[in-house]
């Protein structure tokens, strides 16, 4: 399988959102091959890009979730909540909200329980900073947080979990990781996730983000080992997004996957 994820961050508000997801529905009209496709826009965009995306092929997606059920929590958002409000996936642990908000692998582990609690697809994010990776610390950083952010959990029936690859300089900074070394990541992840979490192995689904757009989405999707794209920046250029989604598609054609 292939997925093509897309993360509208705080780009844009509800009438671009609707508008984008419209565009996307507009765009694969008429294809026969299509990923699984993704959308996940702002909180208070959901309810209408959900009216939007109903009895679509194309799957909702909040951009955080509340690391508890219930309770007074100003300010957050439950899995119940989300549920309630069309999501079947949810992106945790993002970069963003890591360094900009405190997000702690312990958070990333208790949200990723609540999500799936609720039926919600968790789209953990994980990835190393440039220092790192120019320290040779890559593989061993970015195991050691997704071993942090699923030992423990323990899988309902069927799980499904989505691990992306998100190396912190390649983020809405136009450098993209190469294939090479994003397949060499993606099979510590594999392997890590393995390590902590009884899963069978064709329910993880590990992608690549970080700069991906038209032009190099190509490159990265025909790869085995990259079962999809986290898409930020091109996301909200409909074009773009399209161009991405249309790359999944032709690999799907080439290979049968
Ligand atoms: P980018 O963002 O595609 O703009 O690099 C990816 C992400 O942060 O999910």
Redesign the pocket.
């Known amino acids: 399988m292939k997925i093509v994820i897309g993360?509208y961050?705080m780009q844009v508000g509800t009438r671009e959102s609707v508008a984008l997801a419209r565009g996307v529905l507009h765009g694969i009209r008429g294809s026969e091959t299509l990923p699984d496709i993704v959308i996940c826009p702002t909180y208070t965009a959901l309810g209408e890009v959900r009216k939007v995306l109903a009895r679509s092929h194309i799957a909702l997606g909040a951009q955080n979730v509340a690391a508890v059920p219930a309770g007074a929590m100003t300010g957050e958002v439950s899995a119940a909540q989300l549920a309630d409000a069309g999501c079947t996936y949810a992106?945790i642990g993002?970069?963003?909200r890591r360094a900009a908000l405190g997000e702690t692998d312990t958070m990333v582990h208790d949200k990723i329980s609540q999500a799936l609690a609720q039926a919600i697809t968790p789209i953990v994010?994980v990835g190393e900073a440039k220092e790192v990776r120019d320290a040779g610390r890559a593989e061993e950083v970015v195991a050691a947080q997704v071993r942090a952010a699923f030992s423990g959990i323990r899988p309902p029936k069927r799980m499904k979990a989505v691990v992306?690859y998100?190396p912190l300089w390649?983020?809405?900074?136009g450098t993209s990781a190469t294939p090479a070394d994003v397949i060499a990541m993606h099979r510590i992840i594999r392997k890590a996730v393995h390590e902590v979490v009884d899963i069978d192995d064709a329910d993880v689904v590990v992608v690549y983000?970080?700069?991906?757009?038209g032009a190099n989405a190509y490159s990265l999707l025909r790869e085995r080992e990259i079962d999809g794209v986290?898409?930020?920046?091109?996301?909200v250029k409909i074009h773009e997004f399209l161009a991405v989604i249309a790359a999944a598609a032709e690999v799907i054609d080439a290979q049968g996957v």
Do not use: F, M, P, R
């Not at 390649?170 to 900074?173: D, E, K, L, N, Y």
């Not at 983000?209 to 757009?213: A, F, K, L, R, T």
């Not at 986290?230 to 996301?235: E, F, H, M, P």
């Open positions: 993360n961050k992106l993002h970069s963003e994010c992306a998100e390649a983020i809405g900074t983000g970080g700069s991906v757009d986290l898409v930020g920046g091109a996301s």
